[in-house]
């Protein structure tokens, strides 16, 4: 056993243990005393971390959701078109976590059962998380007249809500592993929404812009040489 792991990545070590073998066992089926195993630590060890079985479950999800929140963080943050950025954040938080289960999809129901009673609380914070993100994407689109919405908060709730149909615990085990559907659909999903928040003719005009720039810089040009094009023409034998 590796004794001289530091106490954050004894920590993660524990938990990809616990995924590794969620994806053969299923929940119900592993025991601390093999989660100690497939670490490499002792069963000690883990207590130092987790009091139960279901915590250790329960701080898998929540490590699923912590990456899942950076990554939205990260794409909230992004350049161009806002309505781009809502909609590739509405995806994000629904593709992001069914990657992040796919392995040990079929031990999800189990996982969900035993933990369910703490998750529900947990899920309410990580969601208001979420919405507060969302809200604040929602505000700058309607400071830049992108978006029309009265409340920006409960806007976010309404599309965090919808989306929230094609997360891995709202699905069958059948559909969890339907992958390629369930991104057409979401996909399908963020378009219907961001049609209801989109001002038509707001879309930003990238091209027209280039288009102007390049005009502008041909006429600047022109300008520059007065004499060039007149020179030109009368060099041009008559026919």
Same mark, same amino acid.
């Given at each position: 056993?590796?004794?001289?792991? #530091?106490?954050?990545?004894?920590?993660?070590?524990?938990?990809?243990?616990?995924?590794?073998? *969620?994806? $053969? /066992?299923?929940?119900?089926?592993?025991?601390?005393? =093999?989660? @100690?195993?497939?670490?490499?630590?002792?069963? /000690?060890?883990?207590?130092?971390?987790?009091?139960?079985?279901?915590?250790?479950?329960?701080?898998?999800?929540?490590?699923?959701?912590?990456?899942?929140?950076?990554? +939205?963080?990260? +794409?909230?943050?992004?350049?161009?078109?806002?309505?781009?950025?809502?909609? /590739?954040?509405?995806?994000?938080?629904?593709?992001?976590?069914?990657?992040?289960?796919?392995?040990?999809? $079929?031990?999800?129901?189990? +996982?969900?059962? @035993?933990?369910?009673?703490?998750?529900?609380?947990?899920?309410?914070?990580?969601?208001?998380?979420?919405?507060?993100?969302?809200?604040?994407?929602?505000?700058? &689109?309607?400071?830049? #007249?992108?978006?029309?919405?009265? =409340?920006?908060?409960?806007?976010?709730?309404?599309?965090?809500?919808?989306?929230?149909?094609?997360?891995?615990?709202? *699905?069958?085990?059948?559909? *969890?592993?339907? /992958?390629?559907?369930?991104?057409?659909?979401?996909?399908?999903?963020?378009?219907?929404?961001?049609?209801? *928040?989109?001002?038509?003719?707001?879309?930003?005009?990238? !091209?027209?812009?280039?288009?102007?720039?390049?005009? $502008?810089?041909?006429?600047? &040009?022109?300008?520059?040489?007065?004499?060039? @094009?007149? @020179?030109?023409?009368? !060099?041009?034998?008559?026919?």
């Amino acid at each position: 056993m590796n004794s001289g792991r #530091g106490n954050g990545e004894t920590r993660e070590a524990i938990l990809d243990a616990t995924d590794r073998l *969620l994806t $053969t /066992r299923g929940f119900r089926g592993v025991t601390m005393d =093999d989660i @100690a195993s497939e670490a490499g630590v002792s069963r /000690r060890t883990i207590y130092m971390y987790f009091p139960s079985k279901e915590e250790v479950g329960l701080s898998s999800i929540d490590r699923v959701v912590a990456q899942t929140y950076a990554r +939205l963080v990260e +794409l909230a943050g992004g350049t161009g078109d806002v309505a781009a950025v809502l909609h /590739r954040v509405l995806v994000e938080r629904v593709l992001r976590r069914f990657d992040s289960v796919s392995a040990y999809h $079929t031990s999800l129901d189990e +996982l969900f059962e @035993a933990v369910r009673p703490a998750y529900m609380a947990r899920r309410t914070i990580h969601m208001e998380r979420e919405v507060a993100l969302v809200a604040k994407v929602l505000a700058a &689109g309607r400071a830049g #007249g992108r978006f029309a919405l009265d =409340d920006a908060v409960a806007t976010a709730s309404t599309l965090v809500k919808a989306t929230n149909a094609f997360l891995p615990y709202s *699905l069958s085990v059948h559909e *969890l592993g339907q /992958r390629g559907q369930i991104e057409v659909e979401v996909r399908r999903m963020a378009d219907l929404l961001l049609r209801s *928040l989109v001002v038509p003719g707001s879309e930003p005009r990238v !091209k027209g812009a280039a288009a102007a720039k390049k005009q $502008t810089k041909v006429q600047a &040009g022109a300008r520059a040489r007065p004499g060039e @094009a007149g @020179a030109t023409r009368r !060099k041009k034998p008559k026919p």
